[in-house]
């Protein structure tokens, strides 16, 4: 891109917009500077803007997103091919595994997710259906790409120079004991995750949540988006994810690449 046409002014703005997320959902300006490494003036400046063109409210301190910013998430999965496509094989199989499943794209140091199959148990009394409804992510969620089944199949379908990149420019930040926090630790598993082409990664996200991703390849063979399917507070004796699912993963998968 020239340097001509970037305008500084707006990539500000967007980086301001962008910092709430589901973990900081109400933030103040220093709040915001802190997230996006500007000053607290100019934060405040950005802030009290996109609250007067309506895309946040305040209470005079923080700030939140308003419903205004749903419409570009409308605009989005009305017309993007992946959402609309992916659908209806996440209902097919979230119903077959009894699992919720989501299809990620990468975006910086995270992935988002573009779809979403729901699971819920029938009786929503039970143990079962609460810890799954726990796990309540949702179109739209920003999930960290590294502590992710969907964000370490994308990272390990990188090309060297940008993986590279990208384990320079963000920090590999713990959240829980299973996170991988040391680029040799992470760089390892991502090789193996390449080699195999799934990943299982376990309680790295949250714990008791388990995940199991694979690729979505288009028919170029460019890796575009991830699929993987989420069990949450399973016990000991419950069947390992892989062994299981990886193979209907995988079908669905390929099922999937002549349509996206």
């Known amino acids: 891109m020239n340097k001509s046409d970037w305008i500084e002014g707006l990539a500000r703005g967007m980086s301001v917009l962008e910092c709430f997320d589901t973990e900081r959902q109400r933030l103040n300006a220093t709040l915001a500077s802190e997230k996006t490494g500007l000053t607290r003036a100019v934060v405040r400046r950005h802030l009290l803007t996109l609250n007067h063109l309506g895309y946040l409210e305040t209470d005079g301190s923080y700030f939140w997103l308003a419903p ?4 570009f998430a409308g605009s989005y999965l009305s017309s993007a091919r992946i959402p609309r ?4 094989a996440l209902h097919k199989l979230s119903m077959t595994t009894k699992l919720s499943s989501s299809v990620a794209v990468m975006q910086n140091d995270s992935v988002i997710i573009v779809a979403r199959g729901i699971w819920q148990e029938p009786d929503i009394s039970s143990k079962s259906a609460q ?13 960290p790409a ?6 370490q199949v994308l990272l390990a379908n990188l090309k060297p120079a940008a993986l590279k990149d990208w384990l320079n420019n963000y920090p590999l930040i713990r959240l829980t004991p299973h996170t991988s926090t040391q680029v040799k630790k992470l760089r390892e598993k991502l090789k193996r995750v390449s080699a195999q082409d799934y990943c299982l990664a376990m ?3 949250e714990l008791t949540v388990d995940a199991l991703a694979v690729p979505l390849r ?9 699929l993987n399917i989420v069990r949450s507070g399973s016990s000991p004796t419950e069947p390992d994810l892989t062994s299981r699912w990886l193979p209907l993963l995988q079908k669905t998968a390929q099922e999937l690449r002549s349509l996206i």
């Open 203 to 205: 309680q790295e996200h």
């Open 68 to 71: 205004k910013v749903l419409g």
């Open 146 to 151: 590294h502590a992710t089944s969907t964000g």
């Open 218 to 226: 288009n028919m170029r063979g460019e890796t575009i988006a991830a």
């Open 131 to 143: 810890s799954v409804m726990a796990y309540g992510l949702h179109v739209g969620t920003r999930l």
């Open 85 to 88: 496509t992916v659908q209806p």
